[in-house]
């Protein structure tokens, strides 16, 4: 392990509960006036009726600190302050410099992890709206599977409904055929609004489409042939985008609204006989515990309409119980917009009185915020439509590729066509991803392009100005392996501090789905390295010894680096 605050908690720990009494978190953090601070005393003094800094005391006189810990005082009203020990920092730098995983143990009990993310509908273009859920769950599935969890990707697409009447009868009256030649070059918007152009036009197409989605729900083979034809252009055509964004969702990941029918009424069922379900002005609903309105009346989820149909809330549900009972799912995360929190969450306390949740299996909601344009309006074209995600990627790269020609023209005309895909995707991902999650956030291609700041080309850059450093020395990084570092300046030593925290970054952005705190500490990595290396001379140093520790330093950022923003799925190039 080489997680510096979970090394020092470990310390600590044990210290804290002999004086409690009972397990005692000491709350570590980082300090302005030390390295770290335990604030573990506070919290006790109420408890153990003693001033917290007495606790404190006690507390340092009982810790085994080792050699972790080069000075250890109680500040303030009860903080403990700690500063590391330089051997120790150097110590932890070499272990990662050693390991190909940097320090970064798996997880000792791996689970199943189900992530559903994307959800793009059939025979409609993805937009600016799918970007958010796209690449959050996209990091969230690479981190979790580095970490060694079981992750399954889960594309839970709008294949199903009332609107396949109108577009499969759109599909016959200008030809399956052609409409296949349409919808496999991506254009899926324009036959969706042709068809519900002519919907809301004309009487006699809208009847055609009624009785065609009964034809569907009734399971006629010519129906489901048409069907079956418009739901695979679209996988085809979504997977078009994601291979641009560099997604790792494939059609196998796809499970659509569709793929339940068939459980929906055993769900219902299985609810009626757990008393979880009950009639409602005509409707069978279930009113899940806590969940009331305005009006004080309890909120429902519909399970069957009274006209004996199914709805969203049915096909959730049953999608719920067969990741939990068919694919065993230990930990299922759901990534979508914040407006949908209240539906999930009714949804998951039905789980739990059904007894599909509970140690066994857990559900999370994780939403987030709404991309915003300059005007802080919901970002749209200037016609005030939906953007096509497709072309935002390749503004994205067309930006980059114009930066990268100014910036890098010792490159080849090929190789600034790599860079440019890699800085075009890689700034829109970290734009959104360096954001709170929860917040909503200004869309800024000057911004999100920009070599300075909280930005993807800014740390693509370091990356690749370290990997040249190994160059013009002509050095191969893997000879460094074992190699001894030695701390004596403060950039050194601020840098070292860094690198040390990467697994406990990783871990805690896991368990919060908070992917924002990995950005934040790249670049934090970042200008740290940057500070060291405009400090302390690397090729040539002063002597042997402090060039092999400057250049284990150099390789142990780049590997966090490229690593940390792997993770996020951005690529970090070696020469830009």
């Known amino acids: 392990m080489t997680d510096l605050p979970q090394l020092l908690t470990e310390r600590l ?39 917290p800094r007495d606790i404190a005391t006690e507390v340092l006189n009982r810790a085994d600190l080792g050699d972790l810990v080069a000075h250890a005082e109680v500040a303030g009203p009860g903080f403990i302050n700690l500063t590391l020990a330089d051997t120790a920092l150097a110590g932890l730098v070499e272990q990662m410099a050693s390991d190909e995983r940097l320090g970064v143990a798996k997880v000792s009990e791996p689970e199943r992890v189900l992530v559903d993310y994307s959800g793009p509908n059939v025979a409609k273009e993805m937009h600016v709206g799918h970007l958010r859920s796209t ?21 839970h697409i709008g294949d199903w409904g009332t609107p396949f009447g109108m577009l499969i009868e759109h599909l016959l009256d200008i030809g399956a055929d052609e ?43 010519e129906t489901l042939r048409l069907w079956r034809l418009l739901v695979d252009e679209s996988a085809r055509y979504f997977q078009q985008v994601y291979e641009r964004l560099d997604v790792l969702l494939e059609p196998s990941d796809i499970a659509g ?76 995360i759901y990534i979508t917009d914040l407006g949908q929190r209240l539906h999930f969450e009714m949804l998951f306390e039905v789980g739990r009185e059904a007894g599909w949740l509970g140690p066994h299996a857990t559900a999370e909601f994780h939403g987030f915020g709404v991309v915003l344009g300059s005007d802080r309006k919901r970002l749209r074209t200037r016609a005030g439509e939906s953007i096509k995600l497709i072309d935002l990627i390749d503004e994205a790269v067309r930006r980059a590729a114009s930066i990268v020609a100014e910036k890098a023209p010792h490159l080849s005309a090929e190789e600034q066509q790599d860079v440019a895909q890699v800085v075009g995707v890689g700034a829109l991902k970290y734009a959104d991803l360096s954001n709170d999650r929860v917040k909503d956030y200004v869309f800024d ?36 392996r074992g190699a001894s570092v030695v701390i004596a300046d403060p950039t050194e030593r601020a840098l070292a501090m860094r690198l040390a925290e990467f697994e406990g970054v990783l871990y805690k952005a896991a368990e919060t789905v908070e992917l924002h705190r990995i950005c934040g500490y790249l670049y934090d990595v970042a200008t740290a390295f940057t500070a060291f290396y405009e400090r302390c001379p690397v090729l040539r140093a002063e002597d042997e010894r402090t060039r092999t520790s400057r250049l284990v330093l150099c390789d142990v950022t780049a590997r966090v680096l490229a690593t940390g923003l792997a993770t996020l799925g951005i690529t970090a190039p070696d020469r830009m």
């Not at 042709?194 to 569907?216: P, S």
């Not at 911004?447 to 160059?471: E, K, W």
């Open 445 to 480: 291609w000057d911004r999100m392009l920009s070599f300075d700041g909280n930005t993807a080309p800014y740390l693509q850059y370091a990356h690749a100005r370290i990997r040249s450093v190994f160059r013009r020395g002509e050095i191969d990084p893997a000879t460094l």
């Open 179 to 221: 409409a296949a030649t349409e919808l496999s070059v991506g254009d899926l918007g324009r036959f969706y609004q042709e068809a519900r152009k002519k919907f809301d036009a004309d009487e006699n197409f809208a009847e055609r489409a009624r009785r065609r989605v009964v034809a569907l729900q009734s399971g006629d083979p």
């Open 13 to 51: 720990a044990r210290a804290f509960t002999e004086v409690a009494g009972e397990p005692t978190d000491p709350a570590v953090r980082r300090s302005e006036r030390a390295d770290y601070q335990a604030d573990g005393a506070l919290p006790l003094a109420k408890t153990l009726r003693r001033p």
């Open 257 to 332: 609204e569709s793929s339940y029918n068939d459980q929906l009424g055993p769900v219902v069922e299985e609810l009626v006989q757990l008393g979880l379900a009950v009639e409602s002005e005509g409707a069978l609903c279930a009113f899940p515990k806590g969940f009331t309105g305005r009006d004080g009346k309890p909120i429902p989820l519909i399970l069957r309409k009274s006209d004996g149909g199914y709805g969203y809330d049915t096909t959730d549900l049953a999608a719920l119980r067969h990741r939990v009972r068919d694919l065993k799912a230990r930990r299922i």
């Open 135 to 155: 690449i959050i769950g996209d990091a969230l599935v690479r981190l979790l599977g580095h970490l060694g969890h079981e992750v399954v990707r889960r594309n």
